[in-house]
């Protein structure tokens, strides 16, 4: 099932995307489990390692805002085939819920949604069960 309220807003969010190198907007909106939704764009800089993601914006808005605990996610780009989230902002989005529901769109009305744990099925395998912690 598809959010189409998360999509508009992810839509809408898009619009005011800073992507001056790239020319890819991309919008993200995330539903915390108390309804809110927050939204966020990416926003590129000439170093575009300092880049940030329109996800990372989203859950950047959403945690100054006190809420921590997300249940969905919807990211619009005017692409082909939906975009799917950067490794690194699926490994942000499992830090606060490793099951939350991704939905990705693209302007065209193509849609499709994983749960982040099909995207990232092992998010915290790694340096929090190394040896020392086992």
């Given at each position: 099932m598809y959010?189409?309220?998360?999509?508009?807003e992810a839509t809408e969010a898009r619009l005011k995307?800073?992507?001056p190198y790239s020319a890819f907007a991309v919008g993200a909106a995330v539903l915390s489990k108390s309804g809110r939704i927050f939204t966020g764009c990416n926003v590129e800089n000439i170093s575009f390692r300092l880049t940030m993601c329109a996800e990372q914006?989203?859950?950047a808005a959403?945690?100054?805002q006190g809420e921590r605990d997300f249940t969905a996610i919807a990211v619009v780009a005017d692409s082909k085939v939906p975009i799917v989230p950067c490794g690194g902002c699926r490994q942000l989005l499992a830090e606060f819920n490793?099951?939350?529901e991704v939905t990705m769109a693209t302007l065209d009305g193509l849609?499709?949604?994983?749960?982040?744990s099909?995207?990232?099925p092992y998010p915290t395998?790694?340096?929090l069960e190394s040896r020392e912690n086992v």
């Open positions: 959010n189409e309220k998360l999509i508009a995307s800073y992507s914006g989203a859950v959403a945690v100054a490793p099951g939350i849609r499709e949604t994983k749960t982040l099909e995207l990232l395998q790694g340096i």
